[in-house]
C-alpha cells in the first residue's frame, strides 16, 4: 500500500505594524476572505496575543476555542480551534486577552511556530500585535510573507520601520554558526545609538568573511517584505509610502514594495457592533484592492522565498527558528 501524499505547508502570511491602530486587524480580516473568494483554503490566526479583538470584527461575540485552549494544552493542534468565518473555505482561530498572555514561554512559542507551520490550509494569515518584543519579531520572522501595514503619518511609519529593523537585526544576528561569527556580526553591527546600516555591516564583514555575507544577501533577498498603505487619502499620502520603500532598501537592504493601498472610506470604519465596518462590500472601491492584494501574493515564488534548504526539510521556518525550537522543546 503506498504511503499517504504528504501535502504541502501553508503560505504564511503575516500582517504587522509597530503602531496599535493602524489596521493591521482590519486588513488581515479583508485579505483571508479575499484570498478565500480566490478559491483557496485560508485559516486567520489572531496572534494579536493580550489584545484579540479578529473574532469581533468577523462577527464571532463569544469564541467557544482559541490559542488559549491551545496554550493550555486542552487540544493540540490549532486545526481544532478553527471557527467558520462566512464562507466554507475560511476559517479563524481566535486569540486571546486574558493577562500576561503575551509574554509566552520558549516552549510555547516553540509549540505555536510549529503548529502553524501543520495548518491544513493551503494560506495562512497571522495578525500580530505592535512593539518589537521577541515573541513578535519570531512571528514576523517565520512567515513567507512580511506585510507591513502603515497609515501616512509619522508615528505609524516610524514604528513600522523600528519592527522591521528588529525583525532584519535578529536574523542578521543568527546568521553566524559559531561564536567567532556571531562576535564578528554583533561588533560590525554596533550598538543601538551608533548601529551601522546594513549595507555598512556587509562592507565591514566582507573582506573578513564574505561568506558570512553571502548568507545574509541570501537571507535578506528573499525576506518577502511588502508594504500596505491604509487609510490613504491623496497622492502625496501615496508617495510617502514610496519614500519609505526606499529608505527601507537603503537602510536594511530589503525590498519592501507597496503591494496595496486602502483608500479611507466609511465602508471600514469599524462600529459599535460586531462584524459591522470592518469587511468592504463588493460594491467598495476598497474591495477590489483586498482582491488584487491577495492574487499578488498568491504569485509570489514560495521556493524563492524559503530557499533551496527550507524547501527541501518539511518544515518551513528558517534554520534559526528552527534551531531554537529545538533547544526550547
Same mark, same amino acid.
Given at each position: ?39 483557496h483554503r485560508v485559516t ?50 481566535? %486569540?486571546?486577552?486574558?493577562? $500576561?498572555?503575551?509574554?509566552?514561554? +520558549? !516552549? #510555547?512559542? &516553540?509549540? *505555536?511556530? /510549529? ?34 501595514v502603515v497609515t501616512p ?70 525576506? %518577502?517584505?511588502?508594504?500596505? $498603505?491604509?487609510?490613504?487619502?491623496? +497622492? !502625496? #499620502?501615496? &508617495?510617502? *509610502?514610496? /519614500? ?86
Amino acid at each position: 500500500m503506498a504511503a499517504p501524499r504528504k501535502r504541502p505547508p501553508p503560505r504564511i502570511i503575516v500582517v504587522a505594524g509597530g503602531k496599535g491602530g493602524v489596521g493591521k486587524s482590519t486588513v488581515t480580516a479583508n485579505l483571508g476572505l479575499a484570498i478565500g473568494r480566490l478559491g483557496h483554503r485560508v485559516t486567520m490566526i489572531d496572534a494579536d496575543l493580550g489584545a484579540a479583538n479578529l473574532h469581533t470584527m468577523l462577527g464571532i461575540v463569544h469564541p467557544t476555542v482559541g490559542l488559549a485552549e491551545f496554550f493550555d494544552r486542552k487540544i493540540t493542534l490549532l486545526d481544532e480551534a478553527r471557527l467558520p468565518v462566512g464562507m466554507p473555505t475560511v476559517a479563524l482561530v481566535p %486569540g486571546t486577552s486574558r493577562p $500576561g498572555a503575551a509574554n509566552l514561554s +520558549a !516552549a #510555547d512559542k &516553540a509549540r *505555536l511556530l /510549529r503548529a502553524i507551520a501543520r495548518l491544513d490550509a493551503d494560506c495562512v494569515v497571522i495578525d500580530v500585535g505592535a512593539g518589537t518584543s521577541f515573541n513578535v519579531v519570531d512571528l514576523v520572522a517565520v512567515a513567507d510573507i512580511k506585510l507591513f501595514v502603515v497609515t501616512p503619518q509619522l508615528p505609524a511609519l516610524h514604528n513600522a520601520y523600528a519592527l522591521l529593523k528588529a525583525c532584519v537585526h535578529r536574523v542578521v544576528r543568527k546568521m553566524s554558526r559559531d561564536e567567532t561569527e556571531q562576535a564578528m556580526i554583533d561588533s560590525a553591527l554596533g550598538q543601538e545609538n551608533k548601529a551601522r546600516t546594513i549595507a555598512q555591516l556587509v562592507d565591514v564583514l566582507r573582506p573578513v568573511n564574505p561568506e558570512v555575507c553571502e548568507r545574509i544577501d541570501d537571507q535578506l533577498g528573499r525576506f %518577502g517584505v511588502g508594504i500596505v $498603505g491604509n487609510q490613504v487619502a491623496t +497622492a !502625496a #499620502d501615496t &508617495a510617502v *509610502l514610496g /519614500r519609505m520603500t526606499s529608505m527601507i532598501y537603503d537602510h536594511l537592504r530589503v525590498q519592501a514594495p507597496v503591494l496595496a493601498t486602502v483608500r479611507r472610506t466609511p465602508a471600514l470604519a469599524g462600529g459599535l457592533k460586531a462584524g459591522v465596518g470592518t469587511v468592504a462590500e463588493r460594491g467598495d472601491d476598497t474591495h477590489s484592492a483586498f482582491r488584487a492584494l491577495a492574487a499578488k501574493l498568491l504569485e509570489m515564488d514560495l521556493d524563492r522565498l524559503r530557499g533551496v534548504q527550507r524547501v527541501s526539510l518539511e518544515h518551513t521556518m528558517p534554520l534559526w527558528i528552527q534551531r531554537e525550537l529545538e533547544a526550547a522543546t
